[in-house]
């Protein structure tokens, strides 16, 4: 009897110990959600994985990091392609400085590069929303940072996803590629990329959208993104002078998008073949 009275006591206490992991507090927790769809090609997929290596060791986006009230944050980077596909590619971690940041910099450029079918932006915003539970870490802010070539094609509707963030006060952020080359597919880039990334996507009353104006641009514009994620920066609408726009209003001196247009533009795509 005392044994098995022993035993309880050491299970509660132990599970009241793990109860009590401590948490780090951080300036941000970072979810980094990127597009690897059937519209990105093996050459641009590695283009996007090299601009985030590239930014996240960046001497700009490190001094973001350590400028901060207390000087880190906890990142993770996930991948999503449509509704049946989002997979974390390396999990939580503690960056503080050049050495953190290049030890995940270096996990990230080891993971393999993969692409998948549709897009489903609204499954990568739900994918991510958990994350940010028991992750050992406690921010002051919980932003999900989306980038893509396309608009929500597959799965729920991205702004059933996009109000769910909005429920819990996570921000979302956008970085829409802008390019103008057909897919491997055959499919031509929705219009106007932009304007849905702002009017569909992001959420937060800090949110904004960074544009990159081709993958090749990409570099450019998520180490410019980085800084004012980590920041918390909210910027204007303005061109940097190499030409890449960075904005949280848009001009409207172009047709908004509908927030289903990628389902309809792939409904009728799917009609056509």
């Keep these: 009897m ?3 009275l022993l035993v309880a006591i050491a299970v509660i206490a132990l599970s009241g110990a793990a109860a009590a992991q ?5 300036d941000l927790e970072l979810v980094l959600a990127v597009d690897i769809s059937g ?3 093996d050459e641009e997929a590695r283009l996007q994985r090299n601009g985030y290596v590239g930014a996240l060791t960046s001497p700009e986006v490190v001094r973001a990091v350590t ?5 880190r944050i906890a990142v993770t980077y996930m991948e999503y392609a449509g509704a049946a596909f989002s997979e ?3 999990g939580w971690s503690l960056i503080e400085d050049m050495a953190s940041a290049e030890a995940f910099a270096r996990k990230l450029a080891a993971a393999p590069i993969r692409t998948e079918v549709w897009t489903s932006i609204a499954h990568a915003i739900d994918f991510a929303l958990p994350l940010f539970a028991d992750n050992a870490f406690e921010g002051t802010r919980q932003v999900i940072d989306v980038s893509g070539d396309g608009p929500n094609n597959n799965g729920v509707l991205v702004t059933d996803a996009r109000a769910r963030a909005q429920a819990l006060g996570v921000t979302v952020n956008g970085l829409p590629i802008i390019n103008g080359r057909v897919s491997p597919s055959g499919w031509p880039q929705m219009e106007n990329l932009d304007w849905y990334y702002e009017d569909c996507v992001i959420t937060g009353p800090t949110s904004f959208i960074v544009v990159a104006n081709s993958f090749q641009d990409f570099a450019r514009a998520i180490r ?3 800084v004012l994620e980590i920041a918390n920066a909210t910027p204007l609408q303005q061109d940097d002078e190499r030409g890449g726009v960075w904005l949280r209003f848009a001009k409207t001196d172009r047709p908004r998008i509908p ?3 990628g389902e309809k533009r792939l409904e009728d795509h799917m009609e056509t073949y």
């Design 2 to 4: 005392w044994k098995t």
């Design 22 to 26: 401590p948490v780090t507090p951080v």
């Design 39 to 41: 519209s990105v090609d």
């Design 67 to 71: 400028s901060g009230m207390l000087g």
């Design 88 to 90: 974390v590619v390396v």
């Design 224 to 226: 410019r993104k980085l």
């Design 259 to 261: 927030c289903d247009a």
